[in-house]
Structures are given as C-alpha cells and as structure tokens.
C-alpha cells in the first residue's frame, strides 16, 4: 500500500494514545523491518509527527529490498529526514550512525516461509538481533525495543489471557517452533546484553496483529482474509477457527509501540493487544466476510498447510501492563476490519 495523504490522515488518531509523544521531538530512530506490517506502521506514525506536527526526527530504516521502501514511501523517502540503509539479518552491521532509539522489527513472521525455511528463521531472529545489539552497544543508543512475539507463551491448559509471566509449552521438535523459539532466545539475549553491558532494552509482544499494511506474501489468515474481501473472493477457512486470539489494529500496534519505546521499564516485557478484540479466527473471518459482502466456507487442510500452522490454541493477551503505562487500544475489530478494506482499496 503505497504511502499518500490518505495514510496520513488515517493514522491521526493515534497519534493521541503515544503516551509522552513530546518525547520524541529531534530524536534519531534507526528501524529495521520497516517494510513489514508492524515496522512500516510504525514508520507511518513517524512521518505523519514529521509532515504534520514539524517534530524534526531524524528516520535510518534498515531494510534488505531499497526498492519495497521507495516503492511504498515514494516521495517522502526523498525527504531530507529519511535514510535508507542497506541490512540483511545474516551479516553483521557495517553502518556508524548515531542515533537515540532502535526498534528492531525485522523477522520472518509469515506462516509459509517459517515451514519452508525453519533453519533460516530461527538463525535470522537470534544472529540478527545480536547484530542490533552490538551496534547499540558500541554507539551508546539510549534505548532498543525488540518486537517479539505472543506466540513466545506455547500452549497452555488455562483459559485466562496470558500475563507477560506466564509461559507454556513449545514442541521443541516441530520445526514450527523455529519461530517462537527464536523469539524465546532473543527475549534471552535481549535480558543477556542488559545485563552484561548495561544496556536499556524493552520488549515487546504484540498479538495478532491486523490492516492496511498488510505484505503481498503475507500468508497469515487475517492477510488472507483481508485479501480475499478485498478481490470480492470467498473467504475459505481450512480449518473450524475456534482458536482465540488477541487481535489489535496495526496503528494501535503501532502507538503501543513507540508507548513502550517510551515509557517502558528497562528489560521489562509488554503484551500488546485490544482487550475488546479477543476473538476466535471464525469469529474474525466472519468480520471480513461481512465487510466484503463474500461468502465464508470451510474446507479441510492439506498436509502442507498444517505445518504452517500457529501451534497455539488459544494466544489471548493481558495487556494490563501496556495499559497502566497510560495507552489503550482506540480502534475495534469491527471497524478495524471496515477501515483496512477502506484503505486498501485505493
């Protein structure tokens, strides 16, 4: 989704729910990841305190393809704040610029490429964030936010949303677990270089997150779902969906993000999600269905499909951590789903 004036404009109201936002005024931010769902939200929030507020923050995005980044900012990754930086997880750094916050949203999060490359997307998470950290080390970055994952939790036999302390089981020899796993291992790491260096890191774990800046290879099902309502195809659910999730609008991600970024307690974990949108993801399809005027049908998986598969069955999330910081969600699921498809449609 290209970047324009209508992007602007939608993501205004959260600019509100950044809990001491004053605080980023003629700040450097280095972002990686930022042509993924979350870091590009991100990213958009940025621009819009820049274009529309005059907050003079110097932007640095990391990112592997300098074509994605141009392609979808445009004209304003021209501007005189922005930068683009060539990175690639597997290597280490080789750039020295100075700046006061990282946030580091570079991951392999998508279902299909997690199954097909396990090897790749657990090395990726812990090397690369390493990486991230080394350079925050040697350039005195004054704090680093790793965006982790609700999926870090496994199962577990309670019905409760989880706590940030709560921790289930993982199957350590699926190899779907590369992904979580990895996540569990940077969360360590993270915890390791605060405390054998000193360094001020927080954590993040948003849940399901949802909207506009959805990728094209997204294969997650609230991605395909939004595509499916969008191209004014049927929505085909391989399996019944009574899975609970925690679903949460990309830009309140996005504002619960720089929240923490912000405000949160150093090697502190914060859950992100909208205590009005847990919901089942039949639940969720119904929602795009509706909005997209198709019909919604189920059909059996096949073998391929289920080893991409989140292995929890139920990942709701108690962000009542996030919310005494002083955020909260703004966006519903209802009307998140409307706006998504709104915005997306040109």
């Known amino acids: 989704m290209p970047y324009c004036d209508k992007i602007l404009e939608a993501s205004e109201p959260f600019i509100d729910q950044i809990v001491k936002r004053e605080d980023l005024k003629e700040k450097r931010f280095l972002i990686t990841g930022a042509t993924g769902m979350i870091g590009s939200s991100v990213l958009d929030l940025l621009l819009f305190l820049n274009e529309r507020k005059q907050y003079g923050i110097t932007i640095y995005v990391a990112v592997r393809n300098d074509s994605k980044i141009k392609k979808r900012y445009g004209i304003f990754a ?67 936010l790793f965006v982790s994952s609700s999926e870090i939790y496994g199962t577990n036999s309670t019905s409760k949303p989880f706590l940030e302390d709560d921790y289930g089981n993982i199957d350590l020899l699926n190899p779907r677990a590369a992904y979580p796993m990895g996540k569990r291992a940077s969360e360590t790491l993270c915890a390791s270089y605060a405390n054998e260096y000193d360094l001020n890191i927080v954590i993040a774990r948003p849940g399901h997150i949802y909207g506009p800046t959805i990728t094209d290879t997204d294969s997650r099902a609230s991605a395909q779902f939004t595509r499916n309502a969008l191209n004014h195809q049927d929505i085909i659910m391989k399996s019944a969906g009574t899975q609970l999730r925690s679903y949460c609008y990309v830009y309140d991600c996005a504002s619960a993000l720089l929240t923490i970024l912000l405000n949160g307690q150093p090697t502190c974990a914060y859950n992100i999600s909208n205590r009005h949108s847990i919901l089942s993801i039949s639940d969720i399809a119904k929602l795009f269905a509706k909005a997209g005027n198709v019909a919604l049908t189920f059909e059996n998986a096949s073998k391929k499909e289920q080893k991409s598969y989140n292995l929890m069955s139920m990942s709701a999330l108690d962000a009542t951590r996030l919310e005494n910081l002083g955020w909260h969600a703004i966006m519903d699921s209802k009307d998140g789903v409307k706006e998504t498809l709104r915005l997306l449609k040109g």
Do not use: W
Request: charged share 25%; no cysteine.
């Open 78 to 144: 021209q501007k005189e704040y922005f930068h683009i930086l060539p990175y690639d997880a597997t290597k280490p750094i080789d750039f020295e610029y100075s700046v006061d916050y990282v946030i580091h949203a570079a991951s392999n999060a998508d279902p299909a490429a997690i199954s097909k490359e396990p090897v790749e997307t657990l090395m990726s998470n812990v090397f690369g964030l390493d990486q991230i950290l080394q350079y925050a080390k040697r350039s005195s970055v004054k704090k680093t």
